[in-house]
Each structure stands twice: as structure tokens, then as C-alpha cells.
């Protein structure tokens, strides 16, 4: 059965800088080809390409993830009805929440104490306000579909959900209509599993393709209203970082982001288009996201030094076994990688049969990426971006 399966292979050289720390402050690492590597979560990217889409698509093709999904929703109900009082809208919210996902909906122990202590004021009601025992992911679509069901039942909302129809409602409202984020990163109900969505897309750890050692920056700060007679500095203190070239690998599969939009956000769409702009906005999110830790301390602000896409009809393939022996750098390590790559791709793809069928999109920067040129279609971030889209289009429509 053919398949539509995009991979974006990254080689991105990052200076010295801490985005992505452990739980002493550190740069994260990981050894892989028996040396210590510069690692960068995939969570820290998959977080970092989830804020480029709100420069990318509309606040409807979003959604939020929230352990305050109570209020979400009752600020959708306030817009939708604006005489109904906070405190009954937060109510509403609640409860068509908790019937919507079979999750307890709450006041926590620690904000139920605080609004106790302060006597309840409005604000204070408003901070004690119930929320999820974790994050849910909610599209815009979602929210403000289960505000209209909370309405309807504004009169009785617990005798409104003992029927058996507008609870099925409900559910079905929070398992439609998901956004752009959702679909592809997928999200997971602890207490309802039958509303859970896999994630289309999967992105890996990146990881240095060379040795890398952490340093520490030992740093003062000095106090502007020390007088001569006042030496030293205000504030000591240390802060660790590391430098990378890094290869970043995320596949996505376009069947999955697919059957997860289902029909998409706009009503008029054609059948392909909501799935053309989502993977639109991935590969540009994707390859020009940054994650921010310490960026004001350290200003990392780079971008890739080469970009290599493939589209197939099979299986994702990541190629960092290009890196298992890490490059020494003797001419760079931007050159070396991109001369592993350039080699390693043809040997991965003529011994499995994996180029039949697959279209390359190449994006480099300067002579060291070179090597990489006859691997495909030679294109700027716009190109890509455009070629991509209308690629993935033209495949869903012949499928359909």
C-alpha cells in the first residue's frame, strides 16, 4: 500500500549557547558512537516549531494546551453570551469539560486554600478557578463547540448530561474538528482513550555530529551604586554551555495528519488544502525554529546550514547512522557532515530500494554544503516550502 511519508533531514551549527538544559542547568547530552554528543530534546523543537505556527496560520487552525481548560472554555462562553456571570460560565465549563473527556475537573487544593484565606473575592474566585490534574490539548474549534453545548444546558447542566445523547455530543465535539498542532503532534487523554490522537508527526533528538564538551562561563555583575570604597562585584555566578553542529531528523506521515484534520477548519476547503497548509507550516516551522533557552544570555540566533527533504511512498528513514563515527572537524564540521551525508544517502537508499519514487528538495548555505547539491532539486525556504505543499497536494488528490 503506498504511503506519503516526508522526512527533513537538518544540519544546523549552533554557537556557544544552552537551549535546551538538564536538571542542573547543563546542556543536555547524549553518547552515541561511543562519545558524548550535544543533544537537544525533541521536545524543545517540536515546543519551538508549535510557536512558529502562530506567525504561520490563523488562531482557528490552533489550539491550546492548558491545565486551565475550564476558563478556555468559559472565555468562549462569555464571547458567545456576554450576560452570563464568570463564576457561572467557569461553572458551565467544568462541568462540559469533564463530561467531554471523563476527566476531573477541579479546584486545587493549594488555590481552594488561598481564595479561602483571602475571603473569596471576585479575583480571588477567579484564581480558584478548576482546572485539569494535567495539560489538555483543546483546537479553537473544540473550545468554542463545547461553549455552545454549555448554553444549551445553562438552565440544569448536570440534568443536561444525563442524557445519554448530549454526552455523546460532547466527546464527539472534543474529538473533531482538531488543529493544526493537535494533528500533528498528536495529544493524550489519561482518562479517555478513545479521544486520544497519534501523533502524524515523530522528531527526533538532535544530536552533534562530533564530540562535545560542556564548558561553564564564569560571570559578574557589578552594583551601580557601589562607590570606589565599595570592590567587588554584585553577583557571581557560573553558567554552563556547549557549541554544536547539529543534524536534526523529523518525520511526518501525511496519511495520519490526514485522518486527523479530517475535513479541516474552514468549511469551503477543498479536500486537500487543509492537509497542504498543515505541512506547509511544519517544514517552514520546523526547519526555522529555534528553542529560546538562554537565548538573551547567549544570542544563538542561526539557521540551518543545509536542508535535505524527501518525500516517499514507503517508510520514514532517518540517516544519522552518517554520524556514528563522529567528524573531527579538521575542515569544519559543517563540511564533514555534509560530505558523510552526501555519501551515506545514495548507500541507504540503492541497498534498501528506497529512491524509487522519491522526490529530493536540497537547501544549502555556502561551499561547505556543496557535496549535497546533486542529491536533489537545488531551492530556497519559499521554494521548498511551495514545492512540498503542492508535491503532498497532487499525491492526496490522485489518491483520493
Known sequence: MSRTILD????????PSNINRDDTGAPKTAVYGGVRRSRVSSQAWKRATREAFTELLEPAELGVRTRKVAELVADSIQQQDDTVERAEAVKLAAETVQIATGSKIEVPKRKAKSAKDADATDTDAEQAAPESSYLMFLSSRQRDGLAELALRGREDIKAFFKSKENKAEAKQIANTRHSVDIAL?????????DINVDASTQVAHAISVHAAE???DYYTAVDDRNTD????????GTVEFNSATLYRYAALNVDQLAKNLGP??????PAADPV????EAFVRGFISSMPTGKVNTFGNHTL???????LRSDRPISFVGAFEQPTKGDSGHVREACEKLAKYIP???STYDAAEGTETWVMRVGDATADLAGLGTEVTLSELVTAVGRAVQQRREQGA
Do not use: C, N, Y
Not at 503532534?185 to 482513550?193: I, K, N, Q, S, T
Not at 570604597?229 to 557571581?236: C, D, L, N, V
Not at 497542504?276 to 505541512?279: H, L, P, Q
Open 347 to 349: 548507500d541507504v537508499e
Open 185 to 193: 503532534f498528536g495529544r493524550m487523554v489519561a482518562d479517555a482513550a
Open 8 to 15: 527533513l533531514h537538518v544540519i544546523q551549527t549552533v554557537p
Open 276 to 279: 497542504r497548509r498543515a505541512v
Open 214 to 216: 560542556t564548558e561553564a
Open 229 to 236: 570604597e565599595e570592590s567587588g562585584a554584585g553577583m557571581i
Open 304 to 310: 540551518p546550514d543545509a536542508v535535505v527533504v524527501k
Open 264 to 269: 479541516g477548519i474552514r468549511d469551503d476547503d
